[in-house]
Every structure is written in C-alpha cells, then in structure tokens.
Nanobody
Framework: QVQLVESGGGLVQPGGSLRLSCTAS????????IAWFRQAPGKEREGVSCISSSDSSTFYADSVQGRFIISRDNAKNMVFLQMNSLKPADTAVYYCAAGGTGCHWAGSEYAYWGLGTQVTVSS
C-alpha cells in the first residue's frame, strides 16, 4: 500500500522547463516501479516515462525522448520528471503511478495513482 502526491505543475511558455515531483508514503519507494502518465482533454491517457524498481532503468515515450528526464531519490521517497523544451502538445494533467513489477505502458498495470498536477504550455 502506497500513497502518491504530485506537485510542480503550472503554466510555462513554449521552450520552457518544469520539474514535476511525486512523493510516496506508506511504503518504501524502492520496491515500486514508478511511471508518469498524462491525459489531455478529449484524448486518451498515455504513458510518458517509467523508471524500474529493480535496476532503475528508464524508458520514454517517443514524443518526449530527449526532452524529459525521469529520476528517483529513494532516500526521500521521491520521483522526479524534468521536462525541458516544452511544447503546447505537452499540455495535460500529469499523474504518477506505482506498480510492483517492471515498466509497462498500460495504465492498468499500476495499482496506485496520484491525483495529478496540471501542466499548461502556452504563449
């Protein structure tokens, strides 16, 4: 059982940067694989990035490869998503999710979710 809370969202101009944080409580973070998902109005939820619990290997959606960086600090029970070179298409509610196995792109594989944080990219 783990509880997740996202923070760091906001309004940023195209080309700008934001860092999202996901803070876990109720269980040690290092036993969980953590993924970031996003959902824009009228669009389906999509996986953005993932960091595994076993070897901390990282994965990125093609749309964010080279612009976003996922990292984790197990001592602080936190996972971060550094977002650079932001585009209007990145506008969405961003969620962190935790699962007990390796990385998956299907949201149904993650048992625990935060409530999300809004990211808006606009000039």
């Amino acid at each position: 059982q783990v509880q997740l809370v996202e923070s760091g969202g906001g309004l940023v101009q195209p080309g700008g940067s934001l860092r999202l944080s996901c803070t876990a409580s109720g269980s040690d973070l290092d036993v969980y694989t953590i993924a970031w998902f996003r959902q824009a109005p009228g669009k389906e939820r999509e996986g953005v990035s993932c960091i595994s619990s076993s070897d901390s290997s990282t994965f990125y959606a093609d749309s964010v490869q080279g612009r976003f960086i996922i990292s984790r600090d197990n001592a602080k029970n936190m996972v971060f998503l550094q977002m650079n070179s932001l585009k209007p298409a990145d506008t969405a509610v961003y969620y962190c999710a935790a699962g007990g196995t390796g990385c998956h792109w299907a949201g149904s594989e993650y048992a625990y979710w935060g409530l999300g944080t809004q990211v808006t990219v606009s000039s």
